[in-house]
């Protein structure tokens, strides 16, 4: 066993927004992330780096109405999670929405 290891990393305490509270997806710079608790006096919370999550979605690709299929790609933008590739990738789908709706949905964080 590598004598370097820190820990699995499934989960991680980080630096967060301070209006965010527990079970709220995030981007900690490039690291997507769910809240597994409320942020501390500090800004900082246990935070999900890896999982599937009930989160809501937008189906939308930037300014124009798509559907959400099974496997899409998702991004983070304005704390919004959408199909507009313009932000940050955050994972995939695990279920669908039809275009122009908005749902909570089983989502894949990326890893």
């Not at 990393?9 to 690291?31: A, I």
């Not at 900082?44 to 899409?72: H, K, Q, R, T, W």
Request: aromatic share 4%; hydrophobic share 40%.
């Amino acid at each position: 066993m590598a004598l370097n290891r820190v820990q699995p990393g499934k989960q991680m305490h980080l630096p967060v927004t301070s209006t965010k509270v527990s079970g709220d997806p995030e981007m900690v710079g490039d690291l997507p992330v769910v809240l597994l608790g409320d942020p501390d006096a500090g800004n900082e919370a246990d935070c999900a780096l890896e999982g599937v999550f009930d989160l809501p979605v937008v189906a939308s690709s930037g300014s124009a109405n798509s559907a959400v299929s099974i496997g899409d790609a998702l991004y983070f933008d304005e704390d919004e999670i959408s199909k507009d590739a313009s932000g940050k990738a955050y994972g995939n789908a695990v279920e669908a929405i039809a275009a122009g709706g908005s749902a909570t949905i089983n989502v894949r964080l990326k890893g």
